[in-house]
């Protein structure tokens, strides 16, 4: 038997042959043509993505006997010769195999000859970063001083272990992985090459299973075409790999919808029935809730779905029944899932577990929102008030199945018109923090916090004194709280500003520095008038608004992170 893999069969000729890495070839392909390439070349990027395929047609290039145009003839008797491996000037060396440094030193032996048979010398050593420490120090010698007509390429996928002093010495190009549209057409070229007909649900699977590998996808493709009978669909690839059908995961949605625990677990039988991977079930499941966001957001986002147009549509349709929150949480723990079910020795428990829990999942709301639906029903509950009402999130309560879906989703929930605001603090309502020496010193701050809130922090860490007589507020600072001094005094005509508006006469502000500071205590009760955090913003408004502490209380309501309240801030202004 004589059958050659398709990788090798269909191995680029011509520059123009590689796909997706036109950055590299042009550039390399002037440089030829100039004659102007350098003695090393590093080529970097993930997997199967052309590296060693570049490197030996760069080789090639150099030493073919009738060059077109920066591009090897592939016919001639040395581009025949480097193909097959058999030329004696051109020298393929695994780094993973030969890491020491006697393997480098008899490569520096061979450099010093001349070539023998083409016009110059080139070592291809692949997965370089797999040298040792002193192979490195001993490549690093012939590198800084090569001999005339010899080059070097290397070829790794990790170029950070690579030490600098060899980068340096290298022009490196990045390779890249290939886009679904390039990876998909190369393979569909190759197939039809092959007299094989690959649909387009049967190719849509092998390009995301490939992940813009070129090596990967060939090498798929191959498996495949060795069990089809001339046709490929994504039943022929499912069967070949074992893999879970995409319907699955539409089916799933609808139980998590439903919140039909029992349709979840049936799911896992008939996956385990069929000999399917559950991990791989598992993974999907993340992908899933994945799709389901991009199409929550934004359904123009279908054609980064890797699914055929019509379950696009299905998907898109389920996406209705979920928030975004609701989903950004759903990636999070099925991420969560996949990883402990990768690992368990009990996978199936792990797995049915996981998508009851799924169907179980309680819509998180905002109890601004839940407060004006209390309201809309009648309810006491008054809108959150205070120090950030409506920036806090709860679990939603059971919605009634009939409405809105029956989903229990955020998005079934009403939303109020004009959700409540937080309300700014006034100035009248910053307490002065016990054990203040000079009234007013808080509020000061606090208005500073506004427009120099690293100004305001700083003077949080003096003690102040204000001599009405002459006018001067006095601020005393401890001995190693020079740093925080030096950033007051770049700013003392701010700090003059505020405290003459303060306290309604000229100030001028002398700084002290050695002397006591102000009191720790004292500094944590300014810092929670001025600067407090979001769960002491929802402690002070419970602490005003009885009604809002025992619903926070009932329902067990947290903080928002930044990030959402920033996005809620944004969404409902």
Known sequence: MSYQAIARKYRPERFDEVVGQTHVTGTLRAALAKDKLSHAYLFSGPRGCGKTTVARLLA?????????????????????????????????????????????????????????????????????????????????????????????????????????TILSRCQRFDFRLLTRDELGAHMLRLSKAEGIVLEETGLRLLVSLAEGSVRDGLSLLDQVIAGCDGTISEETVVSAFGLVRSQLFLELNEAIIGKDAARALRLVEDISSAGQSLDAFARGVVSNFRNLMLLKIDQELGGMVDLPPEQVEQLALQAVNFSEQDLLALIDRSAQHFERIHRSTQPRIMLEASLVEYCRFESRVLLSDLANRLEALGGSAPAPSGGGGGRFAAPAPRSNPSAGGGSGMQASAPRPAAPSQPRPVAAAQVTPAAGDTVPGWTQLINNLMSVKPALAACLMEGLPSLEADENRLTIAFEEDKKFKVNMVKADIPEVEKAASAQFGRPIKVELLLGSQGQAHQVKEEIRREVAPTAREELTKACAKDEALGDLVDTLGGEPLPADDRDKWTKDNN
């Open 60 to 164: 090639k290039a150099i030493n073919c006997q009738t060059n077109r145009e920066g591009d090897p003839c592939g016919t001639c008797e040395t581009c025949v010769a480097i193909a097959k491996g058999s030329y004696l000037d051109v020298l393929e060396i695994d780094a993973a195999s030969n890491t020491g440094v006697d393997n480098i030193r008899e490569l520096k032996e061979m450099a010093q000859y001349s070539p023998s048979e083409g016009s110059s010398r080139v070592f291809i050593i692949d997965e370089v970063h797999m040298l040792s420490k002193g192979a490195f120090n001993a490549l690093l010698k012939i590198l800084e001083e090569p001999p005339k007509r010899v080059f070097f390429f290397f070829a790794t996928t990790e170029p950070n272990k690579i030490p600098r």
